[in-house]
């Protein structure tokens, strides 16, 4: 629907260059023409207006459409954008309307198309869910608004007016366009979502405030990779980032089994190209992966390739949530957050952490995910364990008498049938596919959730034992 906001006032523009400026009947078509053209799109923005849920802070009437090449072309509207966007299309039709008669020695046409397409560049400003993009629309604004203070002002100094307008608006959003550069820097991505999902420590933000992606220029850089990608060495595919950021071990020498001394890292400093490629993730968190992605977590992926991990569950989960927040706290620069959304009309807190973006997940994220849709791995046979499935359980089953049911909402009928052959070959479990509100989910007998469940204890938390009726 965002889509035809702005596509609206584009067909308004290229009818009205179809009439020529001719004779007075013309002009008045072209008048015409372009208020109707705003009229519909307001009322188009009523409509929006109305059908948006202002209880819950998630985008709305998302559209996502084929990635640029250095950011994706998604639309969306939260509770603030939603009124800027109702403002634009409730203004444009009254400055159409307060000059139907003033214009009379100039170009009509040139005008109203103007009006026309300055609407869409403002709805795109307001309405693009990429920090890049949104810069890029604002500045696309100055051509048109250069255009009509130049031809249509008023007074002998139009032209300056004009001129200094353009300057002094492009060297005041210069600044702005640093700052989004240092962003990209730091997250290797521009999106929103996953702007949203990290955490910017303060000092981080200070140099967004104080300082400028030249004075940076060892963060911009440290992303050029040379020619030879294939070696290990990651001083030589990363030759510009910073060495120094880890100190030298002079003192601990121990041997010791990978990811058994891992420690949190929150609030730590960026981490440099080269470290964020160091941090791997050791086999005892392969299955608690697993298991969260199959349940609650999910990936976000970056232009650079590196992707973040998030998980969310219920206040009333909280006891499994910091579980699996401690074991990924080595992965996050900060500490879990509450997020409210609303479903199916009511209010729900829960609580939501997120990994650095890291290149450890993305071999996950090309698993479990195509064309940013979550899907069920091919390789879930040999990759399904007792642990991960202990945490699938935790993160999304709900007990059903003496039974189980696994809520896979998310994935299609085949991906279920899928996934059952799995449990019935690999586990021996007796499972049969249950439709709710036209979604499959997989219920898993009483008696198979007797016969596993001695060995999904190890790993449950205490407060989840009730699913599998203990």
């Keep these: 629907m ?16 179809l009439v020529p400026e001719t004779t007075t009947e013309n002009k008045q078509k072209i008048k ?11 009322i188009l923005s009523i409509i929006i207006f109305v059908l948006f849920d202002s209880s819950t802070s998630e985008y709305q009437f998302v559209s996502q459409f084929s990635q640029i090449s250095f950011c994706d072309f998604n639309l969306g509207l939260d509770g603030i954008s939603i009124y800027f966007v109702l403002l634009t299309t409730f203004i444009t039709p009254i400055a159409l309307i307060s000059n ?20 869409t560049l403002q709805i795109a400003v307001f ?36 001129l200094l307008f353009f300057l002094y608006t492009l060297a005041g959003s210069l600044f702005m366009l640093l700052a989004v550069l240092q962003i990209y820097s730091y997250l290797g991505t521009t999106d929103y979502t996953i702007i949203s999902l990290t955490e910017i420590s303060l000092e981080s933000q200070k140099i967004l405030w104080l300082t400028t992606p030249l004075q940076q220029g060892r963060n911009l ?8 990608k294939n070696t290990l060495n990651l001083l030589e595919r990363f030759p510009r980032s910073n060495i120094n950021y880890l100190p030298s071990n002079n003192k601990c020498r121990d041997l010791v089994v990978f ?11 960026r981490y440099t190209t080269i470290v964020r490629h160091m941090v791997q993730i050791p086999s005892d968190l392969q299955s608690i992966i697993l298991g969260i992605l199959l349940s609650d977590g999910h990936l976000w992926i970056n232009k650079a390739g590196n992707t973040l991990l998030s998980f969310k569950q219920s206040l009333g989960h909280i006891e499994f949530f910091l ?6 706290i080595n992965y996050c620069s900060s500490y879990p957050r509450l997020d409210r959304t609303t479903i199916n009309g009511k209010k729900q807190v829960g609580i939501l952490f997120a990994t650095r973006v890291l290149p450890c997940f993305t071999e996950w994220y090309e698993m479990f995910y195509i064309n940013k849709t979550k899907i069920v791995p091919l390789d879930l046979y040999n990759l399904l364990t007792y642990e991960a499935l202990a945490y699938w359980i935790m993160g999304d089953g709900t ?12 994935f299609t009928i085949k991906e279920c049938v899928f996934i059952i052959s799995i449990l019935i070959h690999k586990f021996g479990l007796k499972c049969s596919i249950h439709m709710q509100r036209n979604q499959p989910t997989i219920y898993i007998s009483a008696k198979s959730v007797r016969q596993i469940k001695a060995k999904l204890l190890p790993y449950f938390v205490s407060s989840m034992i009730y699913k599998v009726n203990l």
């Design 100 to 119: 139907y008669s003033n214009i009379k020695q100039k170009s009509i046409k040139l005008f109203f198309i103007s009006f026309l397409l300055l609407e």
């Design 221 to 228: 850089t440290s992303r050029v990779v040379i020619k030879n």
């Design 32 to 42: 015409n023409i372009s208020i109707t053209t705003a009229m519909i799109n307001f």
């Design 399 to 410: 007990k059903s008498g003496q039974g189980l049911t696994l809520q896979t909402q998310s």
């Design 259 to 269: 990811g058994s001394n891992l420690t949190s890292t929150v609030n730590y400093p």
């Design 323 to 328: 579980f699996v927040f401690n074991k990924f």
């Design 127 to 162: 309405t693009v869910l990429d920090l890049f993009l949104f810069y890029i629309f604002f500045e696309s604004v100055l051509p048109i608004l250069f255009i009509i203070i130049l031809v249509y002002g008023s007074g002998q100094n139009k032209e300056r007016s004009a």
């Design 2 to 17: 965002l889509q035809l906001l702005l596509i609206i006032p584009i067909i308004g523009a290229l009818l009205t260059t």
